[in-house]
C-alpha cells in the first residue's frame, strides 16, 4: 500500500513550514534620517522551501519495485541484485533513492520510512548502476556503483539507512559458489535496453545477440557498451547448441558488443561489433555474432529492404 505525503525540501526541518516570513528594516531603531520614512521590508534569507512529494512506508511495511525486465529472477540460478532502504531507528527517516543505468529507466523516489519500514529496488539486468541515497532532513548523500559482475546464483544486496554521521551504508550476499548461467538447447534469453525513445513510429529497435550454432556448449562473457565504455547488460553464459542470448536495443544510439570465448588450452578469442545510430531506421534489423567450430566468431547484419525516406536501402546481409 502506498501512500504519499508532502514534506518540506532537502536541507530544512521537517517538522513545520514557514509561511509568508519577512524581516523589516529599522525594526524600531532611529537610523533614519525622518521618522516618517516609510519602513521596507526585505524578502526572509531563508524563504521556505516547496514541499516534495514523498511515499509513506507504514512501520513494519515492504515495498519492492523492480528495474528492467530480466533475465535475472528471484527463482532462478542468476539472481537480481537488490538496493534497501531501512530504518531501524524510531524516527521517521525521509529520504530519497536515485538509481540509474546506462540504457533504459532506472529508479527515482522519494519515502518516508517509518520504524522498521523496508524499501527494496531489485535490479534485473546485470549491468552498471549508479545509485545515490539522500537524507532529506540533513542533506546527507551517500553512494554506490554496482556492475554486471556482482550479478550471479547469490541472493545480495545492499542497504543504506540513518546514521549518526549521515546515511549509512552495509550489505551482504549468500556465499554459494556458482557456476555460469546457462541457456538450454535451442532457448533464447532476451532483455530490453533503452527507453523506447526512437525518433519515428516508423523506426524499430536493432536485435544484437550471441548464438552458438555449434554441436558442443561454449561458455562466453560478453558486454553491451555504451561509448562511454559503461555496461548496459553483461556476464558470462554457458550456451548449448542452438542457444542465444542477447538484446533488443530501443533507443537510436551507439551500442558496442564485445564477446570473449576460451578454448580448452586457454587460448582466448574475441570479436567486437558496433552498432550505429545509423542502422535504426524503418527496416527490421538485427546483428548476430555466432560461435564457430574452429574457435572463433562470425558476425552478420540482417535487415529488411525498405526504403526509408531519404536514407539508402541497407544490404541484405554482411558478413
Request: charged share 25%.
Amino acid at each position: 500500500m502506498q501512500r504519499r505525503t508532502l514534506l518540506a525540501a532537502a536541507g530544512t526541518s521537517l517538522a513545520a513550514a514557514l509561511t509568508g516570513c519577512t524581516a523589516s528594516a529599522g525594526n524600531g531603531s532611529d537610523d533614519s534620517d525622518d521618522g516618517d520614512s516609510m519602513t521596507e521590508s526585505t524578502p526572509d534569507p531563508t524563504p521556505t522551501p516547496d514541499p516534495v512529494e514523498a511515499v509513506s512506508v507504514a512501520t513494519g511495511e515492504r515495498l519492492t519495485t523492480v528495474v528492467g525486465d530480466g533475465p535475472a529472477s528471484d527463482a532462478g540460478t542468476l539472481k537480481p541484485r537488490h538496493v534497501r532502504l531501512e530504518n531501524p531507528t524510531d524516527e521517521p527517516w525521509t529520504t530519497r533513492i536515485d538509481v540509474s543505468r546506462p540504457l533504459g529507466a532506472g529508479h527515482a523516489e522519494t519515502y518516508e520510512l517509518a520504524r522498521d519500514a523496508t524499501v527494496t529496488v531489485s535490479l534485473r539486468v546485470p549491468a552498471d548502476y549508479d545509485v545515490s541515497v539522500t537524507d532529506i532532513d540533513s542533506g546527507d548523500e551517500a553512494t554506490e556503483t554496482v556492475g554486471p559482475e556482482e550479478f550471479d546464483c547469490n541472493r545480495s544486496w545492499t542497504a543504506f539507512s540513518p546514521g549518526d554521521s549521515g546515511v549509512s551504508v552495509s550489505g551482504g550476499s549468500t556465499r554459494m559458489a556458482c557456476s555460469p548461467n546457462t541457456v538450454e538447447a535451442d532457448d533464447a534469453v532476451m532483455v530490453a535496453l533503452g527507453d523506447g525513445s526512437l525518433p519515428t513510429e516508423a523506426t524499430k529497435p536493432h536485435g544484437v545477440a550471441v548464438s552458438n550454432p555449434t554441436d558442443t556448449a561454449e561458455v562466453v562473457e560478453f558486454t553491451y557498451e555504451t561509448p562511454t565504455g559503461a555496461a548496459a547488460f553483461g556476464g558470462t553464459y554457458r550456451l548449448e547448441p542452438g542457444a542465444r542470448v542477447g538484446a533488443s536495443v530501443t533507443e537510436a544510439r551507439e551500442v558496442t558488443l564485445r564477446v570473449a570465448r576460451r578454448s580448452d588450452s586457454g587460448d582466448e578469442a574475441t570479436e567486437t561489433v558496433t552498432i550505429e545510430q545509423s542502422q535504426f531506421d524503418c527496416n527490421a534489423s538485427s546483428t548476430t555474432v555466432s560461435l564457430t567450430d574452429d574457435g572463433g566468431f562470425e558476425s552478420r547484419t540482417l535487415s529488411t529492404l525498405m526504403f526509408c525516406g531519404d536514407a539508402e536501402p541497407k544490404n541484405e546481409s554482411s558478413a
